[in-house]
């Protein structure tokens, strides 16, 4: 390990994230009810100019009248560059004790993220607020964003996640996308022509067009503490779709991802969550190596694999969650 040792952000389950317009008061319930770890009820994109600051109320009312049970509880505040974003930090927080975290979109530089913490900070040491300080969720979504954004990943100590806002990102990029999170068929490679092959003989594999993007953000996380989530799958009408971008993005090492509908809910929880199978033989990976300690061996096979210690981490990081999602 290095010398360098980085603190790690407050532990949250975070496997689904969903996303409720302030605006849509109808949702708030049935919000609450669902199966999601993460809510953040929105004040930006979701909500018209003209229904801001009643949106704001209404998140605020929500927040003292309904029980959101354990779910974390967080609000998506508008933009730095508008006239927004203030009232909606110190008005919310002020009013709202439930509120857990605050999520900054279209986050640039690491500057952004401070001037949030310091208004936090203020607004907290206003109200006394000592126990359960607020956290910060970011939304990468832009290019000056992904840019900086190992300097962002440093920027707060109460800075807990990042997201990769794809739509926004796609526009920044001025890529040429089809509906949001998913692929495109011209982001793709056609094999080697072979001497006397016909053209319809040669093969088309599709790319992600994300990788790069997500990869990246993972990196930043990871390195400095934070829950890397991945953002929308813009079809909700397509679970296998969901499925198979929320599978891509657990193999790169993402923790969870956004629901714009419920129902990708229960989708993004069983894809982020152990399986009884990994549980098993995670356990199993821990006790061989208790064995193999006690002899004193620093390594050891397992249904003919290595074991060693970096088995043992992944392994107990595995259990812990499983550990989370059972409470």
Known sequence: MSFTIIEQARPRLHRSELAVPGSNTSLFEKAAKSS??????????AVAPDD?????????????????????????????????????????????????????PKVGVPA???????????????????ENPVGIEVLIETALGMANV???????????????G???????????????GGPHPDYGVLTDKREGQD???????????????????????????????????GDFSDPEGFKAAARRAAVLGLEGKWAIHPSQIDLANEVFSPSD?????AKRILEAMKVAEKEGRGAVSLDGRLIDIASIRQAKALIDKAEAISK
């Open 36 to 45: 999601a770890d993460v809510i953040f009820l929105d004040v930006e994109d």
């Open 52 to 104: 801001k600051e009643q949106a704001r109320k209404n998140i605020i009312e929500a927040l003292n009248d309904i029980d959101w049970g354990k779910k974390t509880m967080m609000i998506r505040i508008n933009g730095l560059d508008t006239h927004y974003a203030y009232r909606d930090v110190i008005d919310v927080i002020e009013k709202a004790p439930r509120l857990d975290m605050v999520l900054i």
């Open 112 to 130: 952004d993220v401070y001037a949030i913490d310091m208004l936090i900070t203020q607004v907290e040491q206003a109200i006394g607020r000592k």
């Open 150 to 164: 190992e300097a962002i990943a440093q920027s707060s100590k109460r800075l807990e996640a990042m997201s990769f």
């Open 166 to 180: 794809v739509a926004d990102y796609a526009a920044s990029t001025r890529a040429r996308t089809i509906g949001i």
């Open 199 to 233: 053209e319809a003989e040669r093969e088309y594999y599709w790319g992600d067009p994300w990788h790069f993007a997500l990869s990246r953000m993972m990196i930043a996380c990871r390195a400095y503490g934070l829950r890397p989530i991945d953002g929308p799958f």
């Open 277 to 281: 199978e990994e549980v098993t033989k």
